[in-house]
């Protein structure tokens, strides 16, 4: 009996070990990946949006919406990018901690706009990363912002539990508003401009989006600067980590079968 | 040393190599994008310039009607865009555009004392168009010249150098009138 329930225990820390070890192999290769995109961005001059060429382009403006108007559901921002998480504070046997209810995102064209003029950004397929712009919570005497209850309604959550008490839930966006400045890295070309509306000039015949050769597509509401120091740590952090994580699992697989 | 250790230090020279390789290739893909970006930054510009020559031969027959005792400036011009046609380098070139722009800007500044001239259409419509191009050659030269800064400055740095010098990159030459290297326009009467 002992020997089966030692052999069924290496067999699963085995395959424990060995699902962590690709997972370190993925982490190393994540901050490499990290690492390559951050070399791009700081090789790519940055243009105004009136001189953007056909090929790689690196803008840095204000975003403006380009027609449809888009607004977030909690904060009800004028937006060209939204994303938001539904979180509810949830207590087990096996512990506690935030269980995700729902998560969503929604992106729409828009426009940079600088000093010289106005370029147009389909963000389809690009990497969007902001940092979190609003945070509500709700709990037994905190009752989430009206907005937020709407938005549940709609969607056909509650902040109520069963007994009419209210859940313990954190409601998160992050965001791009109008306005906002923004960092994009991507691939300009002809043709894909939508018609443009009359009552805007100075605007770029080209459109940025995801290249066909060049596949980075970056935007984010950071300046250059901040977005190369972040990568450089997070790449590096992936590349450490993913090799001490994978070489820690193959020394204890290797420990397991006796050969350290 | 065990097997297990070997393989675990096998593993990680790998990890380490592999680091090393990808770092090597993406410096190799690095300099050959700048090496690009130069190329076709400079396209860019070129294309402005040989469109603003082709427009230079229009504004002086436009202007000449007007300005009959203006023989100085309108050669100026004149003399300037052989000499932009001429033109084969970058410095060359960036002398020249300098030249040109200058030469236009005093005819412009002259064409003010001829009211019929102002009035006249198809001088407004050039001086627009020139003016447009002028702008665009300014934007442009900024690109231009931030990607041969990135250039230069990645093929002088440690390792980058060590690619640079394999593949035989030099350092490019940046959008600017130097003084010693501006070509004096001739101005023939």
């Given amino acids: 009996m002992t020997e089966i329930f030692d052999k069924n225990f290496v067999g699963a820390t085995f395959i424990f070990y060995i699902i962590f070890f690709f997972i370190g192999l993925l982490f190393f290769i994540k901050g490499l990946v990290s690492l390559r995109v951050r070399r791009l961005i700081e090789d790519t001059p940055t243009s105004t949006a009136a001189s953007v060429a056909v090929g790689p382009v690196e803008v840095y403006g204000q975003a403006v919406p380009y027609v449809l108007r888009m607004f977030s559901p909690f904060s009800k921002k004028d937006c060209v990018y939204y994303k938001y998480t539904v979180e509810e504070y949830r207590r087990s046997s096996g512990g506690s901690g935030w269980a995700m209810v729902e998560k969503g995102e929604r992106r729409i064209p828009f426009y940079i706009k600088d000093d010289s003029g106005m370029v147009m950004v389909e963000p ?49 966006e992050y965001l791009i508003e109008s306005g906002d400045y923004v960092y994009v890295l991507g691939t300009a070309d002809m043709g894909l401009n939508p018609s443009k509306p009359e009552n805007v000039v100075g605007v770029n015949d080209l459109v940025i989006h995801k290249g066909k050769n060049i596949k980075t597509f970056y935007i984010s509401d950071r300046p250059e600067r901040k977005i190369l120091e972040n990568m450089k740590s997070r790449g590096l952090f992936y590349i450490y980590g993913g090799i001490a994580l994978s070489l820690f699992c193959l020394a204890i697989i290797l420990h397991y079968y006796g050969l350290i | 040393m065990s097997t297990g250790t070997d393989l675990l ?35 860019n510009i070129d294309v402005l310039l040989t469109q603003r020559a082709d427009e230079l031969p229009n504004l002086v027959s436009t202007v000449k009607g007007y300005m009959a005792h203006e023989q100085k400036t309108l050669q ?48 407004l419509k050039l001086q627009d168009r020139i003016t447009g191009i002028e702008n665009e050659i300014a934007d442009r030269r900024e690109f231009y010249n931030d990607s041969v800064t990135a250039y230069n400055i990645r093929i002088q740095s440690i390792p980058d150098i060590v690619v640079a010098t394999a593949l035989r990159y030099r350092p490019e030459e940046l959008f600017k009138a130097e003084e010693g290297k501006r070509q004096v326009v001739e101005v023939k009467i």
Avoid: C, H
């Fill in chain 1, 124 to 172: 389809d397929g690009a990497t969007i990363q902001v940092p979190m712009d609003y945070e509500y919570e709700s709990g037994l005497k905190k009752d989430p912002p009206n907005s937020v209850i709407e938005y549940l309604y709609a969607k056909g959550e509650s902040y109520k539990n069963l007994f009419n008490w209210n859940k313990t839930m954190r409601f998160r």
């Fill in chain 2, 76 to 123: 100026a011009v004149t003399d300037a865009r052989a000499a932009l046609m001429n033109a084969r380098t970058v410095g060359e070139k960036a002398g020249v555009d300098k030249d040109t722009t200058e030469a236009v800007k005093t005819l412009y500044a002259v064409a003010e004392n001829y009211p019929d001239l102002k009035a006249n259409q198809s001088f």
């Fill in chain 2, 9 to 43: 230090l096998f593993t990680g020279a790998a990890f380490v190599l592999i680091a090393v390789v990808v770092y090597f290739v993406s410096i190799f893909n690095g300099l050959a994008m700048l090496k690009n970006n130069i190329g076709k930054s400079w396209a």
